[in-house]
């Protein structure tokens, strides 16, 4: 077992962890099962070959089969140990649909079209491999998190040019290739040894759906899947990690579209990161968070909290952080080469405070 950090020690017995998050620290506790363990064991009746809209069609009525299921487990009616294993579930489903949409992708908002089925790559330079940069137990994330089972996938969607990862989501580096089983046996050891969750990051996890959906058919562990993301998936994408994802942790970056444009090169940026947002708040718990950026603070810091406040204030932790440094590209930028000064910090947290938003910093 690892040595707890002394914050995160106490951390899922905290009144804002236990106010939000209840589900995600009973997980960690072992006290329910993680959704992916409850997805293995909702059969699909797979006696003819689905057609797309026939596989959506059956996710549909499976995930409801599912939420239903946790239901009578978390009550305690039942034990999934007496669950038989079926032939095909609701996970393997899941896969089928992924391996379909990569035939011509659209994973996330970028919707590039291209055949990654066939190892061929669009915006995030992903193909059909198992490429990640490295993976350990991380206890630099929030204290509920900490210490955390961290896979540091290869490639993104957007292009952040102030982007502290920029030599894993920029192909900076080529990465390493790991099979399911290989990573899946990594996840088993990580959870005995006292890690929390598994932390699915990059880069971004979107990309590399597939593998990180074979990974779980495989994992034995009771581990809580924590998806850290930049929140630019599709809404195809959002309905598969339904049933799979115990704790969002998201990346709520600008409040405007010409901000997201200029610096992370991505269009239409808040509809859809606001719209995966009011998912995410529905399917599973949440952690929100929001890198203050120098000098946007009107223009992004204000506009997030603001969204957050209106439509999912009772549903998340808002992460307020302050520990941005001009990295990658940022110096070409004038309004993003510095630090955050301590006034534009307080005013966030005051801001924030007004708003009465479930906010740590």
């Known amino acids: 077992m690892y040595l707890i950090r002394p914050d995160a020690a106490s951390a899922l017995r905290t009144p804002i962890v236990k106010k939000v ?3 995600y620290a009973k997980a960690v506790e072992d006290k329910v099962n993680v959704n992916f363990q409850i997805a293995k064991k909702i059969a699909l009746d797979l006696d003819a070959v689905l057609s797309p ?3 959506l069609r059956e996710h549909s009525k499976l995930t409801k089969k599912f939420y239903e299921m946790r239901h009578v487990l978390d009550e305690g009616k039942l034990k999934i140990e007496s669950l038989e294993n079926p032939r095909f579930s609701l996970l393997d489903l899941k896969v089928m649909i992924v391996k379909e949409v990569m035939k011509s992708c659209d994973l996330c908002e970028r919707k590039c079209h291209v055949r990654r089925i066939e190892g061929e790559t669009g915006e995030c330079g992903v193909g059909n491999e ?3 940069s490295t993976d350990f137990t991380h206890w630099g994330e929030e204290f509920h998190i900490s210490p955390s089972h961290t896979i540091f996938f290869m490639g993104c969607n957007l292009h952040c040019q102030f982007c502290q990862n920029w030599s894993i989501s920029q192909w900076y580096e080529s990465g390493q290739f790991i099979t399911p089983r290989q990573m899946a046996g990594r996840m088993e ?5 006292g890690c929390r969750n598994v932390n699915l990051v990059g880069g971004e996890p979107t990309p590399n759906l597939l593998n990180i959906l074979k990974t779980l058919k495989l994992c034995k562990a009771n581990v809580p899947v924590v998806w850290n993301s930049n929140f630019y998936m599709s809404e195809k ?4 990690l339904d049933g799979v994802v115990d704790l969002y942790l998201s990346d709520f970056k600008y409040g405007n579209d010409d901000c997201a444009e200029r610096l992370s090169k ?7 990161c606001s719209r995966n947002h009011m998912l995410a708040s529905k399917q599973a718990e949440l952690t929100v968070r929001h890198l203050i950026l120098p000098n946007h603070l009107e223009c992004c ?4 909290l603001k969204w957050i ?3 999912i204030r009772d549903k998340c932790i808002v992460n307020l952080m302050d520990q941005y440094r001009p990295e990658f590209k940022a110096m070409e930028y004038k309004d993003i080469n510095r630090r955050i000064t301590r006034e534009e910090f307080k005013n966030a947290v005051d801001y924030a405070q007004k708003l009465e938003i479930n906010y740590i910093a």
Not at 237 to 240: D, V
Not at 266 to 272: A, I, K, L, R, T
């Open 53 to 55: 809209e026939e596989m």
């Open 189 to 193: 050891l990580k959870r005995m040894e």
């Open 21 to 23: 998050l209840p589900r």
């Open 309 to 311: 406040a209106e439509n």
């Open 130 to 132: 198992y490429l990640i």
């Open 237 to 240: 994408t959002m309905e598969i």
């Open 301 to 304: 810091t204000k506009p997030v």
């Open 266 to 272: 991505v269009p239409d940026y808040f509809e859809v």
